[in-house]
Nanobody
Framework: QVQLVESGGGLVQPGGSLRLSCAVS????????MGWYRRAPGKERELVATITMSDSTNYADAVKGRFTISRDNAKNTVYLQMNSLKPEDTAIYYC??????????????WGQGTQVTVTS
């Protein structure tokens, strides 16, 4: 029912920029929040940034001041603008959509992941 389609990953030099996009297809009636997570080789998945329907944002300390999460409600799309990229940002980035249903149950959906590689 719900699918998340990601794009925008790639290979960049340190200090470069990328913008990731995640478009939601399917129902968005109960969409509560969206976010980006990443998984680096040998490490667990970690939070990068989230944004709620009220536009409240949350960022991991490691990306504060460099990454910006935003959304375009008309396009059902969330973005992650990544500036001043560092080699340690290299990871697979996953889009996440969180739904809150009428029984107050939270459901999460995930994109397929997009590779971001920052090489020096």
């Amino acid at each position: 029912q719900v699918q998340l389609v990601e794009s925008g990953g790639g290979l960049v030099q340190p200090g470069g920029s990328l913008r990731l996009s995640c478009a939601v297809s399917g129902s968005i009636y109960r969409l509560n929040a969206m976010g980006w997570y990443r998984r680096a080789p040998g490490k667990e998945r970690e939070l990068v940034a989230t944004i709620t329907m009220s536009d409240s944002t949350n960022y991991a300390d490691a990306v504060k001041g460099r990454f910006t999460i935003s959304r375009d409600n008309a396009k059902n799309t969330v973005y992650l603008q990544m500036n001043s990229l560092k080699p340690e940002d290299t990871a697979i980035y996953y889009c996440n959509a969180r739904y809150l249903y009428s029984d107050a149950t939270l459901y999460e959906y995930w994109g397929q992941g997009t590779q971001v590689t920052v090489t020096s």
